[in-house]
């Protein structure tokens, strides 16, 4: 056996796992990275505008007392060059660089029952071994390029979002279309239209976004968060979301009217950001009567912002709840519209047919572009795993097993698979949660289960089918019981065609998520079979 772990992905979750079990455990492991660099999300994410949507001091690793202590964010949402410093410098901190070989991609990966470990194929042809194996990927990282035909004769540049140059792109001059107005889509449009000749926007579906509010940290801030790491941390892990704001037990039906528009106010001009949707009525994504009311909130916003009312009325989302899809925070993203050089095109009224050698073509009419930006989105939550050919016990492939939709037991293991971990994996909080909270209690779980293996003699770890079919039975009735399941989402996979619509994320709250994991460990691994060598 060459290693004890090996480990795709060097992002948050990668660099993380990389440290639990080589300096606390004092296993051998070894990261595969496909990028030049470490990073994940933010080494490839270099697109005009892209930045935290979670404020910084919150958005980072807990686990080292000294990382928290000498590391200064800059603003409350920082750009991605400086999260990627961040993420570099932990790699460097924490000697993480020597156990990841960058430029290096994972292709296969079988499990052997003779021996009981892993064989990990890469694209240079190596193969290893190791008793487990750690899919850290990313839940957003298989980038999604919509099968538009004709785009292969575009005369012009086209770029997806998530694969963006390092040397930048220069929209100076350039007619631009943008596809796509997610998250990311809504963080690119005023800087892109800031830069660019004209911007066509080309939306399929109108989000609920709230204003960023961003600002520089002072030092006294960035002084008063670090004396209160303790406090945010511990609020942050005891939080429905992994967010550390106050939700109030109240719901937007138990407050009266002028109170209830008051908080909204307050959130929209002075707070900024995910707080409007975590930190004020505990009821947003399970009563469609409460939800409708932050819900007109922001179209009245938006009726407010934009000039021309028709162009208003497209960017108002009306056909399904606010936060059912993730909500987006942005900077003068409605602003934009109001902008000479700034055309939204409503694919909901105009369907794109081809890309031509000029530009876009929809079913009204032609877009001469110089640029194509693809905002389009990820294969969200199984999408990177699955382009790995996974084979666990008995050949059987991850791509059959998750054919008619994606199973795990707690998101960290998949039954059929041992010594298989997944971070933030379908059944997981992960996605909906704050995300590096999420992945330190992921990456903590696995680690300790690990521990507890070599401590009590197994060498083998497995889902039981019978766990596996009833946590993916509580993901669903919890998801049920909310307002998710009314958006096409990309937390049910509806936004890739073809994918079985599954509600993926664990919607039940990230404490008792955590509370569930301890409770299954404290048990000696409830749900999950350990046997010796
Ligand atoms: P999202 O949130 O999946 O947004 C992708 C956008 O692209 C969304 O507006 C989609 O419309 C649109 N889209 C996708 N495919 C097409 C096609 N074929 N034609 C037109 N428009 C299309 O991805 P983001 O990158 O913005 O954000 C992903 C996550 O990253 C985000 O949630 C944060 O967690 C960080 P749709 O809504 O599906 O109609």
């Known amino acids: 056996m060459d290693f004890d772990a090996v480990i795709v992905g060097a992002g948050f979750s990668g660099l993380y796992m990389l440290y639990r079990l080589r300096d606390v455990l004092g296993l051998s492991a070894r990261v595969y990275e496909a990028g030049d660099g470490v990073g994940g999300t933010w080494y490839w ?6 930045r935290c949507d979670s404020e910084a001091f919150y958005y980072s690793y807990s686990f080292s007392e000294e990382l928290q202590q000498e590391w200064t964010w800059s603003t409350k949402y920082p750009e991605q060059p400086e999260i990627l410093r961040y993420l570099d410098h932990v790699a460097e901190r924490f000697d993480l660089r020597r156990d990841i070989q960058l430029g290096t991609r994972v292709t296969a ?8 470990c892993w064989e990990v194929h890469t694209d240079d042809g190596s193969v290893v071994t190791a008793r487990y194996f750690v899919s850290a990927v990313g839940a957003l990282s298989a980038a999604n390029v919509p099968s538009i035909p004709g785009l292969e004769t575009f005369a012009g540049a086209w770029h997806h979002t998530a694969a963006w140059p390092h040397e930048g792109v220069d929209f100076t001059g350039r007619r631009v279309g943008l596809i796509g107005t997610g998250s990311t889509g809504i963080q690119a449009t005023p800087v892109i239209a800031a830069e660019a000749d004209h911007l066509f926007v080309f939306q399929r579906t109108p989000n609920y976004s709230i204003p960023a509010r961003n600002y520089p940290i002072s030092a006294r801030e960035m002084d008063e968060v670090k004396a209160d790491y303790p406090e945010i941390r511990r609020r942050c892990r005891e939080s429905y979301a992994g967010f550390p704001y106050a939700i109030t037990m109240t719901s937007a039906m138990d407050v009266n009217p002028d109170d209830r528009l008051a908080t909204y106010e307050r ?4 707070e900024g950001g995910f707080k409007f949707i975590y930190g004020s009525y505990y009821d947003l994504l399970f009563n469609r009567e409460s939800n409708e009311t932050a819900a007109e909130f922001i ?20 056909d399904y709840p606010y936060g059912t899809k993730r909500p987006p925070v942005d900077t003068g993203y409605f602003e934009t519209f109001n902008r000479p050089n700034v055309t939204l095109v409503d694919l909901r009224e105009t369907p794109i047919t081809e890309v031509i050698p000029s530009g876009i073509r929809t079913t009204r009419a032609d877009y001469d572009l110089d640029v194509i930006v693809f905002a389009t989105g990820f294969d969200a939550v199984t999408g990177a795993l699955l382009k790995i050919d996974v084979r666990g016990r008995d050949g059987l492939r991850l791509s059959e097993k998750w054919a008619d939709g994606a199973t795990s037991y707690l998101g960290l293991q998949v039954a059929g698979f041992p010594n298989m971990f997944t971070v933030s994996g379908p059944g997981s909080p992960g996605v909906l949660a704050n995300m590096p909270t999420a992945i330190e209690h992921h990456v903590e779980w696995i680690a300790d289960c690990i521990a507890y293996m070599g401590a009590n003699g197994f060498t083998r770890v497995e889902a039981t089918e019978d766990a596996e079919a009833r946590w993916v039975d509580h993901v669903r009735e919890i998801a049920e019981r909310t307002l998710y399941p009314l958006a096409d989402s990309w937390y049910l996979g509806a936004n890739i065609p073809g994918k079985k619509r599954v509600f993926l994320p664990y919607v039940g709250g990230f404490q008792p998520y955590t509370q569930r994991c301890q409770q299954v460990a404290d048990r000696g691994y409830e749900g999950f079979t350990l046997s010796p060598a």
């Open 45 to 50: 994410n270099r697109y005009p505008g892209a």
């Open 299 to 318: 179209r009245a916003k938006i009726r407010e912002i934009v000039e021309d009312p028709a162009v208003a009325e497209k960017l108002v989302p009306k």
């Open 267 to 270: 959130l929209w001009k002075e």
């Open 109 to 116: 990966a079988v499990f052997h029952d003779d021996t009981g």
